[in-house]
């Protein structure tokens, strides 16, 4: 046996990495990971599309020395399998160096610590030419020129990761700024969402503020939180090698009742439908959403569930995080809690989609309650023409109609939708509160009714007749048989 040295070769490596599946906005998402787990306050992402474009993600985080800088710029700079900061949103010492490869051919790191700035670059040409793994190192008068420069000088500490000599938007475009304007929008929401909880400093306890050239970027919270209407359902711990992974599902509002704000941070309606699922967050950071896992179909009537689930970076193993942090596998020992916990709450909004669906037209049946499709928008209103309600009002007299009249219309309006939805969404069979009430009592309530009726020398047979049709007593044949017995 002999032992032989065996290096990639550097430009091929390089080239190849180029392709591992990054999009723009998941490549600038893995550069702004880095700027997060290394304390910025402040991240900046600046870009020019005039002539050839250039972007810059600038922070002001700890920086890096020399030294540090050289260790970071290698592919490989720390071991996946090292165990990480709670906070740090990397893994794999290649992020920085893939993700902005996989968008240019020229990637320069400048940074600023203790006084003191460094720059180096990774430049694909250079590499080609060496036919080696040789990295640029700049002396600061060098850099004074370099893109933002100015801006990580007046901090007290800071980075800019610099990308420039975008061949890949140029190789399959005529328009190569109009393409790049379009990419950046794309990231700017992806980082609206993904880093949300960072935007919003109640959420997390430490806010960070994102800008794309100096426009500050608003949070999108998937969960509308800031919506009392939003029901947040309660948190389940799932404990797996000693780590705790936190569940909370939670309902949105119906979409009538969301402002045009909500709607816009949502996105289209429509999107309400393709979003629903588990929102996969690593230290807080969102990496996959709007999916199942396939564990339930996604469906019309769990549009409105949505089940965020918290892990730490100490479980990445388990999740099989990929490099890019876009994708998780879901691991099987998590997987019958979560389906579980799917049914018993968010299955069981079925039952409420139904349970609104349900036919208020059948002539058999007169209901207490009517409900009225106002183009797409639902009230539910007592049926005024029920006995039951022509009984009470016609007890009622007339002086004190008009307040009769309000508080029906107070009590309509204030139907607690809500309430029932997260009720209903919370228990098993969604059967157990809609109550049954005792024979007893429907009886008396029958009595009630029948006596006022003859008081006002009302036909009281005819009530009678009706009642195996009425929404309340029809449950209830054998009080109705008694009732038939008793009057007959
Ligand atoms: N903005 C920054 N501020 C300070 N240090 C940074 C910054 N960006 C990168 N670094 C340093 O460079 C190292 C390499 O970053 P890189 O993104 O390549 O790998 P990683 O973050 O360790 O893991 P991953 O591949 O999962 O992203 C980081 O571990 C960090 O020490
Ligand atoms: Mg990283």
Known sequence: MKEKLLMPFAPVLVESTRSI???????????????????????????????????????DGRGMSKDELEAAMRYG??????????????????????????????????????????????????????????????SSDELKDTYCYNDLNEQKSGTIVLWEQFDRISSSS???????????????????????????PEAIGQGISFYFNNER????????????????????NIIINDQIIKVKPFVLPYASKLSKKDQNKLGEVDNLRQNQGFYIYRNK???????????????????????????????????????????????????HRLVSLVENTIGSSEKVYKYRGRKTDDPN????????????????VINRDSPLFKT????????????????????????????????LAKSDSGIHILSQKGED?????????????????????VFIENMAKNDYFRKYPNVISKIKEEYK
């Open 365 to 380: 049946i007169t209901h207490i309650w009517n409900v009225v499709d106002d183009r797409g928008q639902y009230h539910y």
């Open 77 to 138: 700079s720390k071991s996946s399998l090292e165990i990480r900061d709670p906070k740090d949103l990397g893994r794999f010492g290649l992020g920085m160096k893939m993700a902005s490869m996989s968008q240019c051919r020229k990637l320069t790191v400048v940074s600023k610590k203790n006084n003191s700035i460094c720059g180096a670059c990774w430049d694909l040409d250079y590499i080609n030419s060496k036919g080696d793994w040789v990295l640029i190192e700049y």
């Open 217 to 236: 970027v608003v949070g999108i919270d998937p969960f509308l939180l800031s919506n009392p209407a939003t029901q947040p359902l309660p948190e389940e």
């Open 21 to 59: 599946g990054y999009s723009f906005e998941t490549a600038l998402a893995d550069i702004i990971d880095n700027s997060v787990s290394n304390n910025a306050r402040n991240v900046w992402v600046n870009f020019d599309t005039k002539d050839s474009p250039i972007l810059a993600v600038i922070d």
């Open 285 to 335: 950071r969102l990496i996959i959403w709007g999916t199942w896992f396939r564990l339930v179909k996604q469906h019309e009537l769990h549009k409105l569930a949505r089940i965020r689930v918290d892990i730490p970076n100490t479980l990445d193993s388990i999740w099989e995080i990929d490099v890019k942090k876009s994708t998780a596998n879901l691991p099987d020992i998590i997987k």
């Open 174 to 200: 005529s328009n190569k700024s109009k393409v790049f304007d379009e990419k950046i929008e794309i990231a700017r929401k992806h980082v609206s969402l993904v880093f949300h909880r960072f935007i919003d």
């Open 392 to 423: 009470l009002e016609d007890s009622i007299d007339e002086k004190d109609q008009g307040f009769f009249e309000s508080f029906i219309q107070i009590v309509e309006s204030s139907f607690p939708f809500e309430d029932v939805y997260f009720r």
């Open 441 to 461: 009592e429907v009886y008396h309530n029958a009595v009630c009714m029948i006596e006022k009726l003859i008081s006002i020398n009302e036909n009281v047979s």
